[in-house]
């Protein structure tokens, strides 16, 4: 019975409050619900109700839109238990338009959607504070607060006072009042003015002190098990009060004040006086000093598969390995694609952990893996537009966006043309790589440092100090296109034509320097010409008819 008892307790939260947040909450039926001024993210909102055995709300009714109502008001934005799946497009067909609850159904009579979007990534629900409509959000972003769900199988009726006495109750999910019509199973409630306490258990309150292991049996201070049974016991100098619970008034001769007791001291029967240690310690051979028991000295401390043994002062507890999570003292793998949306693409499950990928065209980022980012392995690439507004377009980092043939196109920036590095630089398609000349040493991705000491002389660069200092790596191909080709060869052609052209043109001004002359030949008789032939200048007329003189 004690160990049903401690499970049900363990399995109703007692208690983890998340951080000092702000919280109230509202208990109807078999649910209770309540609000956290906590400024978290929609995983991190999971995982606070999760710890307390709950669950972020799902609100499929009107009247679970008015609890809201109650708990937020019209301050904030606070996350509800509703997501679209990683990899997933929104359904405007469907009333929840693609989402699905935290639970994994979509299941509703109720929505309430304020401004939408049709964008393909993972999206978060709030209740915004403007009439509470649902808002999509950035499941990474950190908003107002969350609202959590908790279901419980059972509870308790108030207590029947008498006009004199009053009783404050307080829930496990730290919601406490005078006048609570339903009590969860695990509500404490005070009874006053005696100070007395009671627990809520199987739709029964039972009096303090119960087990130690629950809320330390509603003792003031320390709470043994002897014989059995629950007692309360107070430090030394100090007598339990008639309430069995609380420590009041200072005792002079206490024969625990000197006894030395490492942890408890306590009256027996025969008015002699003991020591005992706290769960986890035993009491040493002196009968006063409490050792350490290694409670995690095997595996074999925690049933089943998929748990760990932690070790605590003075203990140990059990529990679910990473990436798995207790259903029915059972540790089952989680879902986190599904749970935690991780992945701001494509995500896998597998056993204890998560794969993510990306959609065609993208590529993992350096800096965070489970994100994504446009990539181009080419020198040009399509640039990605929004199918409801063609003008808006975007193009991976190293490239710029151009339009040829009314497409609208991403084309590699050479960033070496922008002297980028100090050496050295290979121009990649996206980014770029600096290296430095041998001897000397790349700095912060661009600079080149010389080293004190080197060897050797030259401007060979060596692999070791080639160091990418961009994201995309992926290095240009070294061979000729065939446009370079065809424009080297144009280039040449041109080249000899031209020299051709010169040689012409000197000749050409050389022939025209030389001057033709005509021998003569003086005589008494008179004087005969001899004509003179080339191919340069045309045939002179002559007249070969001369008079001798007689």
Known sequence: MRDIIVMVFVTLTFLMRVGEAQHNAYCEGNHCFAVFQDPVDFATAQKHCESNNGQLMTVRSLESQYIISILIGNTGDYWIGLRLPSGQCPDSASDLRGYRWITGDNSTDFQNWGLIDNVCSSKCVSVSKIELNWTEQSCDREINGYLCEYNFPSGCKRIDIKSEESVLYETPFGFEGEDLLVLPMGSTATLKPFDSKYICLSEQWMQGPWICDVLNGGCEDECLSINQQPVCICPPGKILHDNKLTCVVVVQNDPCLNFGCAHVCYQQNDSSVACMCHHGYALAEDGKKCNDIDDCFDDRQ?????????????????????????????????????????????????????????FEGYIATRKDPNKCQLHCPFEECLAECDPNDPHQCNCPEGYLSDVRNEIRICIDINECDNGYCEHNCNNTYGGHMCSCYEGFDLVDGWKCVQRKSSEGSGFTTPSDFMTPSVKYPTQRPSTVTAGGLIGIIVCIVIVVLVMVFLLQHILKRRSKLEVPSAPKTQGDEGHDLEQVRTEKYPKPSVDRNFKQDT
């Open 302 to 358: 925690c049933p089943g598969q998929n748990y760990e043994c932690v070790k605590n002062i003075g203990g140990f507890k059990c529990r679910c390995q990473n990436g798995f999570k207790m259903m029915n003292d059972v540790c089952i793998d989680e879902d986190e694609c599904y749970m935690d949306g991780p992945c701001e693409h494509l995500c896998e499950n597998t056993l204890g952990s998560y794969n993510c990928s990306c």
